[in-house]
């Protein structure tokens, strides 16, 4: 059972930056994609950045040019920087590991953006 645990969320004004950490409690060298979903109140969880094993990354189009995932193999670690940030990207964010075929969650980070 791999453990996840996700920081760096918080409150930032509109236009700001936040960086979320997301720690796995085992090695991250052997899976098949890591990222954040996020989910806003009263709608879908939706995918915001995925980065695969063999580094290929994918990102929401809300988040495109703004938003920016990457991992760090020695620490287990993945991370999401979220720059010029909008009140529309007020949600909570999860942090997931895919090792097909088990999906594994972290519990969810706050990130409010004030306009």
């Known amino acids: 059972q791999v453990q996840l645990v996700e920081s760096g969320g918080g409150l930032v004004q509109a236009g700001g930056s936040l960086r979320l950490s997301c720690a796995a409690s085992?090695?991250?060298?052997?899976?098949?994609?890591m990222g954040w979903y996020r989910q806003a109140p009263g709608k879908q969880r939706e995918l915001v950045a995925t980065i695969t094993s063999d580094g290929g990354t994918n990102y929401a189009d809300s988040v495109k040019g703004r938003f920016a995932i990457s991992r760090e193999n020695a620490k287990n670690a993945v991370y999401l920087q979220m720059n010029s940030l909008k009140p529309e990207d007020t949600a909570v964010y999860y942090c997931?590991?895919?090792?097909?075929?088990?999906?594994?969650w972290g519990q969810g980070t706050q990130v409010t953006v004030s306009s």
């Open positions: 997931y590991l895919r090792r097909i075929p088990t999906t594994y």
């Open positions: 085992e090695t991250i060298f052997r899976f098949n994609a």
